[in-house]
């Protein structure tokens, strides 16, 4: 395997791991609590956006070394990271945070799996087509049914600071 598709798989290994454990968090915590705008956020909240705010932090560094970086992960990542730190530094909000991360990591996994295995040489295989499937039907259902309504709410509430209101509206754009 060349170095940029090497690299690039090794990346994901870990994107995938941080995938599949915020996505089983974050779902749990979609099906158990109800959201509320302006809520404080709670140690589960809490817990949860540090995690992703350290993966987020690791993996911009790493694609920054290994030269895999370019405008949109920049954007992407650093819209994530301040949204994340302004959070944690406001106390509240962490709510949406962690709804956000549902919808956007519910379909990681099958992507990164479909790119993996690509690299590996098995990009006419059933796998890959099953990992397409589910990414296509993941993100459907993360960004269309899911984020939506989401990010209606998170623009809409009243309580919630303007920088946390064009994070997620920059986010949800640039995730399209």
Known sequence: MKRVPYLDMRNRQVSFVHGILCMCLATHYV????????????????????????????DFLSMGWFGLLDFDMTLHHLLCISGMVYTLLDGSGANYIVTGLFMAEVSNPAMHMRIMLKHVGLRYSRAYE???????????????????????????????????????????????
């Open 130 to 176: 099953v990992a397409e499937f589910f990414y296509f039907g993941s993100f459907f259902v993360g960004r269309m049914l899911i984020g939506h309504p989401a990010v209606y709410a998170i623009l809409t509430c009243g309580k919630l600071n303007l920088f946390a209101k064009i994070v997620c509206a920059g986010v949800m754009a640039q995730s399209y």
């Open 31 to 58: 099906l158990t609590v109800e959201n509320s705008c302006g809520s404080k956020t709670n140690n589960y909240e809490y817990n949860i956006v540090v995690m992703s705010c350290g993966y987020f932090s690791y």
